[in-house]
């Protein structure tokens, strides 16, 4: 069964940097090369916001219009790993992060835990 | 970029209630269209992939239909479980988007 382990919760001040992780299990390290990873954020009470994509084999990552430029997504496949960075955190940047695995057509099959990130002064 | 609609925002319903969502896309995005199931503190679940198709383990209460730009989801006889907040989410392109969300409640 594929599962996806994210990094525990983080606190951090405005200006900060950060890099959360999502480790897949249960992939041979060929298929972990094989799917999208998404990441989804979810602020406090708020609803899903899709914020872009990369494929492991050869690190292609398509961000999403709102979140371009504000972080960067990088993957490491020698441990089926794929990380979701900010170089300078904004209070807004608080909230749930989910990655996920996208399967064929688009959807994401299996989620992760969830990452919550704080950012406060 | 294709802006996505859910409604109600809020519906409230009873156990055995029949009960239905609606998700609308701004332009056609075919049948690339699915529906997540997320309870509090909890990641989503994916319910209905490809308009229609139920994902594994799902109870066949559930059900999706719809293509183009106007899509449902139909739960026959809703459960204790089901009290939820639903997404609907496009993926018609590599660049992908969630709706709004509609928070199902005890009545």
């Known amino acids: 069964e594929v599962q996806l382990l994210q990094s525990g919760a983080e606190m951090r001040k405005p200006g900060e940097s950060l890099k959360i992780s999502c480790q897949g299990s249960?992939?041979?390290?060929?298929?972990?090369?094989?799917?999208?990873i998404g990441w989804v954020r979810q602020r406090p009470g708020k609803g899903l916001e899709w914020m872009g994509i990369?494929?492991?084999?050869?690190?292609?990552?398509r961000y999403s219009p709102s979140f371009q430029g504000q972080v960067t997504m990088s993957a490491d496949t020698s441990i089926s790993t794929a990380y979701l960075q900010w170089n300078s955190l904004q209070v807004s940047d608080s909230g749930m992060y989910y990655c996920a695995r996208r399967k064929g057509s688009g959807y994401f099959d299996t989620w992760g835990q969830g990452t919550l990130v704080t950012v406060s002064s | 970029d294709i802006q996505m609609t859910q409604s109600p925002s809020t519906l409230s319903a009873s156990v055995g209630d029949r009960v239905t969502i609606t998700c609308r896309a701004s332009?056609?995005?075919?049948?690339?269209l699915a529906w997540y199931q997320q309870k509090p503190g909890k990641a989503p679940k994916v319910l209905i992939y490809?308009?229609?198709n139920l994902a594994t383990g799902v109870p066949s209460r559930f059900s999706g239909h719809g293509s183009g730009t106007e899509f449902t989801l139909t739960i026959t006889s809703l459960q204790p479980d089901d009290f939820a907040t639903y997404y609907c989410q496009r993926y018609s392109s590599y660049l992908s988007a969630f709706g709004p969300g509609t928070q199902v409640e005890i009545k």
């Open positions: 490809d308009a229609s």
């Open positions: 249960g992939y041979t390290q060929y298929s972990f090369t094989s799917y999208w």
């Open positions: 332009q056609s995005v075919s049948t690339y």
């Open positions: 990369i494929y492991p084999g050869d690190s292609d990552i």
